[in-house]
C-alpha cells in the first residue's frame, strides 16, 4: 500500500517567519516528490518538485529530500498572509505499476498569522 | 495559454442517476488523469490516459465508474447509479505525457457532484 503521510495542522506562523510543513512516504519505489498548494474551494496548485537529494529553492520555497528517510519538506521563508492554504505532498513512481499517478497526502492547513 | 477546464463546475442529482463530467486539457498534453478528492482528503487517483487509451484504471472503485477519451483530447468521467458516497470533488489534470516522474500535472478547477 503507497502512502503518503502529513501532519493535518493547522499549522500556525506569524507573518514573516519560516513554515516547514514535512512529508514522509511509504513506497521506496517513489522517485519524484510534488508540492501543491491548495486554497480553500480551489484546486490543486503545483509549487514545485523535486526528485534528487538535497534541497531545491525556488524564490521563498525550498524543497528538501532524503530518500533513505523517506521524508520530504517544504520551506517557506518570509511567510505571507496568502500562505495561508492546504499544502498537499504528492509522490510519483515513475516505472512499474501504478508509474505516474501521484499519491497525495491529506495535506497540511497552514495559517499564517498577520 | 488556457489550463485545464472542466464541465460542470457543479452537478447535483439524485441517487441512482446517470452524470457525465467532461475534461478538457492543456493544448498539447497528451497525458489525462482523474481524481477524486473527498473533504479533509487528498485527491486519490481513479485513471490515466496516455492518448485515446486508458493507461492505468486501477484506481476506478468499481464498475460503476467509466472514462473515456476518444479523440485523445476531451475526457468525459462516467458514472452510472450513483450513490451518497460518490459525492465529491472530480478533478481532471493533463501533464505533457513524458513517461518520467518528473512529468507534471496541472489541475482543472474540478467538478463538485453532490448525490441526494
Not at chain 1, 41 to 54: A, H, Q, T, V
Not at chain 2, 10 to 27: A, F, H, Q, W
Not at chain 2, 80 to 86: A, K, L, P, S, Y
Request: aromatic letters at 12%; glycine letters at 10%; a neutral charge.
Amino acid at each position: 500500500q503507497k502512502e503518503v503521510e502529513q501532519n493535518s495542522g493547522p499549522l500556525s506562523v506569524p507573518e514573516g517567519a519560516i513554515a516547514s510543513l514535512n512529508c514522509t512516504y511509504s513506497d521506496r519505489g517513489s522517485q519524484s516528490f510534488f508540492w501543491y498548494r491548495q486554497y480553500s474551494g480551489k484546486s490543486p496548485e503545483l509549487i514545485m518538485f523535486i526528485y534528487s537529494n538535497g534541497d531545491k529553492e525556488d524564490g521563498r520555497f525550498t524543497a528538501q529530500l532524503n530518500k533513505a528517510s523517506q521524508y520530504v519538506s517544504l520551506l517557506i521563508r518570509d511567510s505571507q498572509p496568502s500562505d495561508s492554504a492546504t499544502y498537499l505532498c504528492a509522490a510519483s513512481r515513475g516505472t512499474g505499476a501504478g508509474s505516474y499517478q501521484l499519491t497525495f497526502g491529506k495535506g497540511t492547513k497552514l495559517s499564517v498569522i498577520p | 495559454g488556457a489550463g485545464v477546464s472542466q464541465t460542470p463546475s457543479n452537478k447535483v442529482t439524485e441517487k441512482g442517476k446517470y452524470v457525465e463530467l467532461r475534461c478538457d486539457p492543456i493544448s498539447g498534453h497528451t497525458a489525462l488523469y482523474w481524481y477524486r478528492q473527498s473533504l479533509g482528503q487528498g485527491p486519490e487517483f481513479l485513471i490515466y490516459f496516455q492518448g485515446t487509451g486508458a493507461a492505468d484504471d486501477s484506481g476506478l472503485p468499481n464498475d460503476r465508474f467509466f472514462a473515456v477519451r476518444p479523440e485523445g483530447s476531451v475526457s468525459t468521467l462516467k458514472i452510472q447509479r450513483t450513490e451518497r458516497g460518490d459525492s465529491a470533488v472530480y478533478l481532471c489534470a493533463s501533464s505533457l505525457g513524458l513517461f518520467s516522474s518528473t512529468d507534471t500535472q496541472y489541475f482543472g478547477p474540478g467538478t463538485r457532484l453532490t448525490v441526494l
